[in-house]
């Protein structure tokens, strides 16, 4: 039978093995498709990380052995090992959260370019297309764009977004109807 050591240091070792997996291709439970970790939508640092958990076992086990190496019995060393899992565990978690929080999104929606109002870049003759210049947040954008009504719209223009027609916008001129130009949403 093995010692308490060889379980807690075996532990330790599973752990970190499933540590160095997890580190070299991500999420190990994301890579098999699963939402076991908690997060309905898949896109947040759960409690049930593949990288919490085997940081978890890895200070278990270490943990473990520590308090099996000071002389304690089987109890009082899984007491160790789980008191310093949940630290490392948890410290691992809120990290994780943390540099989730911090992550931008770059996609934009169509939703959000209706009715913000963008620069003519390239002059929008009737039926065809020119382009469009706008900014959201730091981000600088350009569109093919075509008049809402078939009119012609020179070069330094302000024009309103009206829709999307498939990659291009349409827009109109804009009469000073109060917008804030390339940052607020109308």
Do not use: C
Request: charged letters at 15%; hydrophobic letters at 45%.
């Amino acid at each position: 039978m093995p010692s308490l050591l060889t379980i807690f240091l075996a532990i330790g070792g599973l752990g970190f093995l499933f540590l160095l997996i997890s580190l070299l291709i991500g999420d190990l439970f994301d890579l098999l498709g699963s939402q076991i970790d908690g997060n309905l939508d898949g896109h947040d640092f759960g409690l049930l990380d593949s990288r919490v958990i085997s940081v978890f076992l890895t200070a278990f086990g270490g943990f473990g052995a520590i308090g099996t190496i000071w002389g304690f019995g089987a109890l009082i060393s899984s007491g160790f090992g789980l008191m310093g899992g949940a630290v490392f565990g948890a410290i691992v978690f809120y990290f994780g959260k943390l540099l989730y929080s911090q992550q931008a999104t770059s996609s934009i929606t169509p939703e959000d370019l209706i009715g913000r109002t963008a620069k003519v870049t390239v002059a929008i003759m009737p039926n065809q297309l020119g382009q469009v210049t706008f900014t959201i947040g730091e981000e600088r954008i350009e569109k093919l764009a075509r008049s809402s009504d078939n009119s012609h719209i020179e070069v330094g223009t302000t024009v309103r977004i009206d829709e999307f027609a498939g990659d291009s916008v349409l827009v109109r001129a804009d009469k000073g109807e109060g917008f804030l130009l390339f940052t607020e949403k109308a």
